[in-house]
């Protein structure tokens, strides 16, 4: 079983990144990051290296450059943070995830369509 995610915000935005880009070098993330965050180059490449120490991206030398890309998809981490963050704050309880959610924001009509799709969807899944 792959361990739970973990993700700092600076994290996902660079995974964020890659997995728009595909494959991005250090200075190409920087630069896609650049409208909602200043970094330094050598942050970007450390948090790109910690990424893949943790088996989450992985990189080919391109020039003199190296190139980086996901090995993890988005769905992945969301599945693995939402997860931890469910057992974490309501004890893998997921009515009460859902229920928090439902009634701790301001939720369009069309959203709600959308939940109870999935729910019946999700329940037509259970009856096969």
Known sequence: MTPPLELSELQL??????????????????????????????????????LEKAGLVAHRASGRHYLYRPLVSEEEVRRSMVSVLAERLFEGDVAALV???????????????RVRQLIEAKEREGKR
């Open 99 to 113: 229920s928090h959610l439902v009634n701790a924001r301001d939720i369009k009509p069309g959203d709600l369509a």
């Open 13 to 50: 935005a660079v995974m964020r990144v890659l997995w728009q880009q595909k494959k991005a070098a250090v200075v190409e993330v920087q630069e896609a990051l650049k409208s909602e965050r200043d970094l330094a180059l050598t942050t970007v490449a450390t948090v790109l290296t910690r």
